[in-house]
């Protein structure tokens, strides 16, 4: 069983949230963050009753707040073992002549800046240290640019560069680093994506099984869980039915 500590940024919903149940039911001790406070609370009340928790509320896309937040915790929460950047999201589906600029800045302040400020607190602990891992959550959009994904892919293409470039630079201080990047998840994405539109959402995994947020946080608990010389650098995870960014069989 596992003492270690693991830091889940957008851990009120998705993949975030059923990473810190599956989590908690291993024993980590866990930092939960997101915006939301109200759910911040909700989720960890309900996982104290399995393991150690401490919250903090603030928008990764802000770098005071961030740094203010994570300078907060309180010494026996600072040797941080796990960073998981999850926090993240899609805004809007249209050609990039089309592109809503507050989208833009969205996606970019939050999938890239965010991920950036929050590695830029936690990563000095673990140098000292000499030890540490981090999970960076990507996207099949990392991979592959598909038609009206512009701005989002090329945001998951920066996460995928930054993780490649952390485990160059984080090699001679032992510490791992790890990209995921998953296919179709059935969470909050598309509703954030199509502004709340429920049958636009609904309609992205019509006809098939996607996969859902627990299946990507067991893997993130395997990935975690590996021996000391054995790291898992770069790993794309599609439900069966999708073959790649736009090859999806269904029905």
């Avoid at 800046?113 to 981090?134: D, F, W």
């Avoid at 293409?157 to 998840?185: C, E, S, W």
Wanted: glycine letters at 10%; proline letters at 3%; aromatic letters at 6%.
């Amino acid at each position: 069983m596992s003492k270690k500590v693991v830091f889940i940024t957008g851990a009120t919903s998705g993949i975030g949230e059923a990473t810190a149940h599956v989590l908690a039911k291993n024993e980590y001790r866990l930092i939960l963050c997101g915006r939301r406070n109200d759910k911040l609370t909700k989720l960890a009340e309900e996982l104290t009753r399995l393991t150690d928790v401490k919250s903090l509320s603030f928008d990764v896309r802000d770098q005071q707040q961030v740094a203010a937040s994570i300078a907060s915790l309180p010494e026996e929460w600072k040797n941080i073992d796990v960073l998981i950047n999850n926090a993240g999201n899609a805004h809007g589906l249209s050609p990039v002549q089309d592109g809503d600029v507050k989208d833009w800045d969205a996606m970019i302040d939050g999938n890239v800046k965010g991920l950036l400020y929050v590695s830029k607190e936690i990563m000095p602990g673990m140098i000292a240290r000499k030890s540490g891992h981090i999970v960076n959550i990507g996207s099949i959009a990392g991979k592959e640019v598909y038609a009206n994904g512009n701005v989002y892919c090329a945001s998951k293409f920066a996460v995928d560069a930054i993780t490649q470039g952390m485990r160059i630079d984080l090699n001679p201080y032992g510490i791992k680093v790890t990209g995921i990047h998953p296919g179709m998840v059935e969470t909050e994405f598309s509703m954030v994506r199509f502004k709340g539109d429920s049958i636009r959402a609904k309609n992205v995994y019509q006809g098939l099984m996607p996969l859902k947020g627990e299946d990507i946080a067991d893997f993130i608990l395997y990935c975690i869980t590996r021996p000391a010389h054995v790291a898992l650098g770069d790993v794309t995870i599609f439900p069966t039915a999708q073959a790649n960014a736009t090859t999806v069989k269904r029905g």
